[in-house]
């Protein structure tokens, strides 16, 4: 695994439990919003100072009785192929595991949660499900094969009950409606979170991003509790 960074505890990312948090260097998206521009661009990755997995897995061992569980993002982990055996070895030591991920590559997170090696699955629903529009927000290097992965992996998870979709919502590339529209796709979700684009960092595009109002959003949301439990993760 390639690993470009671990942050040793956080009691955000993985719902209701103390995890720790690793990041895989690269990505298959260039989503404009992305924040992690170190983590996905190339030329910023071959800079990049690797974290060794067995400085990852020393501090697990040693640190058991006071983490519930790993979430591993990136990037986006599941370009790895040897993400699964990777995964093994920290469910070895009876952590709860948690994925984020793009949807990108469905054969690959099927095989992960059926195996019981994924136990919560955050996945980021780009914008609808319009390929056009879809291309344009992760960066105008989507194919015909990883939009079918993106939508079998929504069905996929609609399917099972430990996951979450998210957005992050920027005007630049979203509308109300396209939010709403998302919603109807993955109507009765179990949960379904907007984020607003960050721009007190450095984004991929280069520039500052057009965030949503509190008002534009609680709008969203009145409408698109129709449809689904859609909540704003500020």
Excluded at 34 to 56: G, M
């Amino acid at each position: 695994m390639k690993i470009g960074g671990f942050q040793k505890t956080s009691l955000l990312d993985y719902p209701g439990k103390i995890s720790s948090i690793i990041f895989t260097l690269g990505c298959n998206f260039r989503c404009p919003f992305c924040y992690v521009p170190q983590l996905v661009l190339p030329e910023r990755i071959k800079d990049a100072k690797i974290v060794q997995e067995e400085y990852i897995f020393s501090y697990l061992e040693k640190n058991k009785k006071f983490l519930d569980a790993v979430v591993i993002t990136g990037g986006e982990p599941t370009i790895h192929r040897d993400l699964p055996q990777f995964i093994e070895r920290i469910k070895s030591l009876d952590f709860l595991v948690a994925l984020e991920t793009n949807g990108s590559n469905f054969k690959m997170l099927k095989g992960l949660v059926e195996k019981g090696l994924v136990d919560y699955v955050e996945m980021d629903i780009k914008t609808t499900l319009d390929f056009e529009k879809y291309n344009r927000v992760v960066g105008g290097v989507l194919t015909r094969e990883m939009f079918e992965n993106v939508k079998k992996s929504i069905k996929f998870l609609l399917e099972t009950k430990n996951y979450e979709f998210r957005t992050t919502i920027a005007k630049e590339f979203h509308s109300k409606q396209d939010i709403i529209e998302i919603c109807k796709n993955i109507k009765g979700a179990r949960v379904y979170y907007l984020q607003n684009v960050k721009n007190n960092v450095e984004l991929i595009c280069g520039k500052q991003l057009t965030p949503f109002s509190e008002e534009e959003i609680e709008e969203i949301i009145q409408e698109g509790k129709k449809y689904v439990n859609i909540l704003y993760r500020g």
